[in-house]
């Protein structure tokens, strides 16, 4: 691989290093009965306990509204703070509790500085201490179901499936019904190296007998079902979701996008209106019009398409939401009219990028950056214009560089992938390109270029990793539509 200089987040021994600068005295309370807690409040180990399973759930306001209630309860909890941070971080930022946390660090017991310093670590651009404290903290409790879960979670969203899938089964040997590991498992099985729908399929399934009543289980069979090519049945537990709590959007979104997929155009926005109808948050509702707004390029009127995302841009830009920005404007230039604008317009994105934008985390900058700077380099390099395809390569190099993130990692070697692959470099091409398997894109180059190497298993290897992504995401789009991908 061309990028070796930053590691990855590994679990390895703990350094020898102190936890904390001072000596703080614990309070009466136990997180899950294991991590000592500095509170004597137990109003707030309570809530924080609340907080980490609506985390483990997927409902990330509701976890960071309780860690908010939680510090409310004792305002010199510094682990309240972090679990706030934490949890906002999946939809809109909270550096206000991000900086408390930092500051009341000191006052927090060691085994509240390992975790609160891990969930903290994640959010800053440089990762390296986040690993560190992140290889502490499994050391200091591996068979503590909850640590395993959250840590392999970030390992998912690191892209570093193998470590993951490896600590939530020890979580499930440790609690058989753990249900957010039921859960995550199921995604696991299904977008790795060699995808296990059945085996997906079965852990959702006892994910759904353990939590009957939450939405959460239909929901996440709905989705993997679509990715599986079984709208009917998508649909069918979509429904089952929403007929739990009507109020669950995600699965009404669910109904649009896989609506979107069998080319029923007119029930998909149906779906998606509902949504934008219902939602109290802005960013949600902001997605689904931009999912509604991509349904006009599945529908084949592209210029449609392009005008519903100019406005909604706007939109983003006037109410200055600039997670729902970034993700409206990198559609908007990958379905641009041709590759002419689309780089104009990625540029223009990486400008934007530049600098720390207010309700955007240091970390998911990062990654932003690094995603548009690998459709740069895709871009360039398809239409042989291999001095800009350097330049964004290069670009990367530093990013990963700076920020020893994974995700930045691995699209910087399939953006050198792209270029080797344009200048006739297979063998290279290949290797670098199969550091990125959750984009695509990336697959449906590697598939190409393993095909041109007379590598036909790994091709369809490859191809069978890619069926399993199947989402009405631009990038699967461009996929499934190359007839639009060529015109540009």
Request: glycine share 4%.
């Amino acid at each position: 691989m061309a990028w070796a200089q930053a590691p990855s987040p590994r679990i390895t021994p703990a350094a020898d290093h102190a936890v904390t600068s001072a000596p703080p005295i614990a309070g009466t309370q136990q997180l899950f009965g294991a991590i000592a807690l500095s509170t004597h409040s137990e109003q707030t180990r309570q809530l924080l306990e609340l907080a980490v399973d609506k985390y483990e759930n997927a409902d990330y306001l509701e976890s960071a509204a309780l860690a908010r209630r939680a510090a409310g309860a004792d305002p010199q909890s510094a682990l309240a703070y972090a679990m706030a941070s934490f949890a906002a971080r999946r939809w809109v930022p909270d550096s206000a509790a991000f900086a408390k946390a930092k500051a009341l660090l000191p006052r927090a017991t060691p085994d509240e500085q390992l975790l609160a310093r891990w969930m903290i670590g994640i959010q800053d651009r440089d990762l390296l201490p986040a690993i560190s404290s992140m290889n502490d903290l499994l050391q200091r409790f591996p068979r503590e179901k909850h640590i395993l879960y959250m840590t392999a979670e970030w390992l998912l969203l690191q892209e570093d499936d193998d470590r993951a899938r490896s600590l939530m089964e020890s979580a499930l040997q440790i609690d058989p019904a753990f249900p957010a590991v039921l859960n995550r498992l199921g995604y696991v099985y299904i977008s790795t190296g060699t995808p296990d729908p059945a085996k997906a399929i079965a852990s959702l399934k006892r994910y759904a007998q353990v939590e009957p009543n939450s939405p959460n289980p239909q929901d996440s069979l709905g989705e993997i079902f679509r990715f599986a090519g079984d709208d009917a049945a998508a649909l069918e537990h979509y429904a089952a979701a929403l007929k739990i709590d009507p109020k669950f959007l995600n699965s009404q979104s669910g109904l649009g996008g896989t609506r979107t997929l069998m080319g029923d155009y007119s029930n998909a926005r149906k779906e998606y209106d509902l949504v934008i109808q219902r939602s109290d948050n802005p960013l949600e509702a902001l997605d689904a019009k931009c999912q509604r707004a991509l349904v006009s390029f599945w529908e084949g009127n592209p210029v449609e398409g392009r005008k519903a995302l100019a406005t909604l841009a706007e939109e983003a830009a006037r109410i200055k939401e600039f997670n729902g920005q970034f993700e409206i404007a990198l559609a908007g230039a990958m379905l641009a009219a041709d590759s002419r604008d689309e780089l104009k317009q990625l540029r223009s994105l990486s400008d934007l990028l530049e600098k720390p934008l207010a309700g955007m985390n240091e970390s998911d900058r990062d990654i932003d950056r690094a995603i548009v700077l690998r459709e740069r380099a895709r871009v360039a390099s398809l239409h042989g214009l291999l001095d800009d395809a350097s330049e964004a390569v290069a670009k990367l190099d530093g990013l990963a560089t700076s920020s020893r993130d994974s995700v930045v990692m691995n699209a910087h070697e399939s953006a050198l992938g792209y270029l080797l692959a344009r200048k006739g470099e297979l063998p290279a091409a290949a290797d670098e390109l199969s550091a990125d398997p959750h984009s695509p894109l990336v697959l449906e180059q590697l598939a190409s270029v393993q095909e041109k190497l007379g590598n036909t298993t790994a091709a369809q290897e490859t191809r069978t990793r890619l069926k399993y992504q199947r989402a009405p995401t631009v990038e699967w789009f461009l996929v499934t539509h190359p007839s639009a991908a060529a015109t540009r």
